[in-house]
T-cell receptor, first 105, second 113 residues
């Protein structure tokens, strides 16, 4: 099966960049995903990257994929307090445990 | 609004009971996925249906079953419920099979007492 690991907590100051990292074991996923879950809310697909891409940029979000190291990262530029949430890295089947991002004013 | 509708939003039931959770996918989507999110297990993929057929199975217990109907809506049946089944159950849909973008419903919060 595919295991997905990510750090549990990240705290940044408003205006700084946030980088959330993820590692995975199975390379068979065609796509890799980042989801956002705000308190008490459902899952929101933030962005995804096709497995043969190295980078994808979408406004303030940048996804980097290192296939050799099986490492995926999500960078949020100019992080705002509204970005405070849990961010899940996922393959097509398995999810990471989620990284709780706290943005301090 | 993702276009995926789950009912009911909240459900409280007793141990040993059986419940059915319903999911209506986005219009035109052929795949439906079920996930369980609990405090101790995190987010887990349960099962996927594609155009009425079971396509992939994750960590779904034998007490749980699902099906996708000809109109593409799906139901997740949970039986002999235990306290540990209390969780948020998400449904997602995608246009095609795995590897395409999936959209999530708001979830059904199940509380077993």
């Amino acid at each position: 099966g595919e295991d997905v690991e990510q750090s549990l907590f990240l705290s940044v100051r408003e205006g700084d960049s946030s980088v959330i990292n993820c590692t995975y074991t199975d390379s068979s996923s065609t796509y890799l995903y980042w989801y956002k879950q705000e308190p008490g809310a459902g899952l929101q697909l933030l962005t995804y990257i096709f497995s043969n891409m190295d980078m994808k940029q979408d406004q303030r979000l940048t996804v980097l994929l290192n296939k050799k190291d099986k490492h995926l990262s999500l960078r949020i530029a100019d992080t705002q307090t509204g970005d405070s949430a849990i961010y899940f890295c996922a393959g097509e089947v398995r999810f990471g445990a989620g990284t709780r991002l706290t943005v301090k004013p | 609004d993702s276009g995926v509708t789950q009912t009911p939003k909240h459900l409280i039931t007793a141990t040993g009971q059986r419940v059915t959770l319903r999911c209506s996918p986005r219009s035109g989507d052929l795949s439906v996925y079920w996930y369980q999110q609990s405090l101790d297990q995190g987010l887990q993929f349960l099962i996927q249906y594609y155009n009425g057929e079971e396509r992939a199975k994750g960590n779904i217990l034998e007490r749980f079953s699902a099906q996708q109907f000809p109109d593409l809506h799906s139901e997740l049946n949970l039986s002999s419920l235990e306290l540990g089944d209390s969780a948020l159950y998400f449904c997602a849909s995608s246009a095609q099979d795995r590897g395409t973008e999936a959209f999530f419903g708001q979830g059904t919060r199940l509380t077993v007492v």
